[in-house]
């Protein structure tokens, strides 16, 4: 049995375009469909379905949708399938899932399966990415506006560099260090072919924590450039290290984002670490 869970506030289709893609899902054998009517109603769905002996979960949605239906999936017998329609779709662009909903669609259905590694922020699992600083700051100027897509984010970038301070962060061994950012690679990208962790792989055990020294705007600049160019590791403020697990300390009421979940800290002390092949994936 396939479950679709489908987010029909993600994207920007039209109400002709997700009808099109309702009546697609409907014609699939032995599968049920299910729309999403509220913040974690996805992951409730996708709890029910793997109790009910799903064989297939497939998100429909953008990074959050994806990310509360995989918090549900992990350690089960149940694959995530992903047929992504948001605004960045990081996790799916790692993989090399079609972002065009009929070849998604048919790459749900014929796939194979992989395991992929799962990293957690504390008690929380994250797929793609999570980070504090700079990255944090953009995500929540992102959340507030009423659009999503490529051109806002970068119009976020724009409006929080200028009013932006670098964060100081408690390492393990008690020494203190200002950053620009600090993200927690586990996939190779924010989404929309940004790449601040290129070499990342969700399959080698480890994850990476790529710190961004403070910069000045025009070093800012170059930084949001070698994204997109993926030579992000070049840039001179930058530097990327594997580990298994990271320890340091922040300010409670800290920014942080997971997945692109804007967020705050509620504790002083946090633990960042990867579970191997945590997750079924369908390819």
């Known amino acids: ?156 970038s724009f409006k929080s560099v200028l009013q932006y301070q670098s964060i100081q962060i408690l390492q393990k061994d008690e020494t203190r260090e200002d950053v620009f950012s600090m993200t927690f690679a586990n996939a190779n990208q924010f989404g929309n072919n940004a790449f601040i962790s290129p070499y990342s792989n969700l399959q080698d055990g480890n994850f990476e924590v790529v710190k961004v020294e403070p910069l000045t705007i025009w070093e800012s600049a170059q930084l949001g450039i070698s994204l997109f160019l993926k030579n992000i590791s070049q840039h001179k403020k930058v530097s990327i290290q594997s580990y298994q697990r990271y320890d340091f300390s922040v300010p409670i009421g800290t920014l942080y984002h997971m997945d692109g979940e804007n967020l705050q800290t509620k504790e002083l002390h946090h633990t960042i670490k990867i579970i191997p092949k945590f997750l079924r994936v369908i390819l």
């Open 1 to 156: 049995m396939i479950h679709f869970i489908y987010n029909p506030n993600s994207g920007s289709k039209s109400n002709a375009s997700k009808k099109q893609m309702l009546q697609k899902l409907e014609k699939i054998e032995n599968s049920q469909v299910h729309l999403t009517q509220y913040a974690g109603h996805a992951h409730d769905l996708a709890l029910k379905a793997v109790q009910n002996g799903a064989q297939k979960v497939v998100a429909i949605g953008g990074d959050g949708t994806i990310h509360e239906i995989a918090s549900a999936l992990i350690g089960t017998n149940t694959a995530l399938g992903i047929i992504p329609i948001g605004s960045g779709n990081g996790l799916a662009r790692h993989l090399g899932i079609h972002l065009s909903f009929s070849k998604a669609l048919q790459q749900v259905i014929q796939g194979n399966e992989i395991l992929i590694d799962v990293a957690f922020w504390n008690q929380d699992a994250f797929f793609c990415t999570a980070g504090i600083g700079f990255d944090a700051e953009v995500a929540h100027q992102f959340a507030k506006g009423e659009k999503r897509g490529l051109i806002n984010y970068i119009r976020s």
